[in-house]
Structures are given as C-alpha cells and as structure tokens.
C-alpha cells in the first residue's frame, strides 16, 4: 500500500539574493489518536528526514493519548542555548493517511511534545521513516510511502 | 484499519487540504507563523496558538472538529534540526 505524501511546492522571495527561489517541502497527513480514544486529531506533518524523533507542537500535544518519559530541548541551525525550545519527550500514537483513503495501522512513535505551538508538527525517523520506504520523485511530481 | 472506531475525515477535508495546498504563496504571505483552520475553501480561523484556532472555529461551524483541515503556516526560511541529548 503506498500513501501518497503531499509535494508544498511554491515560489518564494527567501532574500534580495533568491528571488524566485522554489519551495519545497515534503508532507503528509497524520491523525493522531485523542485523548478520548475514540478520535483522532488530523492535521499535515512536514516529513523531515534530518530530524530523527518526531515533533508535536504544544496545543495539539495536550489533546492527543501520549506517554510522558523526560524532557529535553530542542535546537535549530542556532545552537545557543537561548534559541532552545524546551520540550518533554515521550510516545503517542499516530496514523499516516491520503486523500485516497489509504491508511496505516496505528504508529507508536518516541515523540517531541513542543511546549509551544509556533512549530509544525514533523514526522521523523524514529518509528516513522525508519520503518517503511520513501519515494520522491520531485521532477515527476511523485511522493509516497509505502507500507 | 487501525480500530473498528476510527474514521477518516469526510471529502471535504480534502477537499479543503487540496484548496491550501493551491495557496501556500498567499496563505504564507498572509498567516506566516500561524495555525489556520479551512472550511468550504476559505479561512475560518487563525492564531498563533492551536487552542485559540479551535475556539473560533466551535464559535463559526457546527462542522466537527475533526472534520476541519488545522495547519501551521511554516516560515520557509526555518530549517528543523534536534539537539543530541549529551
């Protein structure tokens, strides 16, 4: 079974220097299941394979089944500590899903629980990419995973 | 499946995902930075905070939550990375 992942392509002005410049990013649509067991939260995931644990942004984090474990702090290209997000760590459950109603069994994946909302929810390796095959084909449109 | 109880989003969820995903330009020059919610093709709500997203929209739309695109508007100058953990 493949679910087809979603190819955010647009043309952006990053600085004076790249006008024009193609934006690309790699997502897919996740549902992660609600604390009352019975739903699921559905939103899209920005597939990252240079992150390895997933991250989930604050105000969805505290609605969805998760399993705290510690906390740690999470950097970008800013290493200083003051650039930091801090973050608990832990597990929930999650399902990966296309339009095409393709869908997988549930996920159990070691997670990020970002104590703020100001970042995308990022599917990484750890339990995710890790466990089935990622195809891009950019030049042909083309994006999956297939299970 | 993966439970006799779950249920994927109606059409108009994709439907709705389809609109955003045709508009990422205007909708990153206009909510950069934010979460916003979709419906019937058109910005429901929008904030900085997810819970604030989803207060407008109980406010706007007798539609079940679940059944409403919610996304982050990314800056595309951010790049993710993770800490190792000394």
């Given at each position: ?33 609600s604390i009352d067991g019975y739903s699921y939260r559905f939103t899209e995931a920005l597939v990252d394979t240079r992150a390895y644990i997933s991250v989930i942004p604050s105000g969805l984090a505290k609605k ?50 970002a104590k703020t909302d100001e970042v995308p929810v990022i599917l990484g390796f750890a339990d995710v990419l890790s466990k089935f095959a990622v195809y891009v084909n950019y030049q042909r449109r083309i994006a999956?995973?297939?299970? | ?86």
């Open positions: 079974m493949k679910i087809k992942l979603i190819l955010d392509t647009s043309i952006e002005n990053l600085t004076e220097s790249l006008q024009d410049f193609e934006f690309i990013r790699l997502k897919c649509l996740v549902g992660f299941k969805i089944e998760k399993e705290i474990l510690g906390e740690d702090k999470l950097k970008g290209i800013n290493r200083r500590d003051e650039c930091s997000i801090p973050v608990l760590v832990g597990k929930t459950s999650c399902i990966l899903f296309d339009k095409d109603y393709n869908v997988t069994e549930d996920l159990l994946i070691r997670s990020y629980f999956y995973i297939e299970i | 499946m993966c439970s006799e109880e779950f249920k994927l989003p109606k059409r108009d969820f994709f439907d709705d995902m389809d609109w955003i995903n045709e508009n990422r330009v205007k909708l990153r020059s206009e909510y950069q930075g934010r979460w916003i919610a979709v419906s019937n093709k058109k910005v429901l709500a929008t904030s900085k905070k997810i819970d604030e997203v989803e207060e407008q929209v109980a406010l706007k739309t007798k539609k079940q939550i679940d059944q409403i695109p919610i996304v982050y508007i990314e800056d595309p100058h951010c790049i993710y990375m993770e800490r190792k953990k000394r």
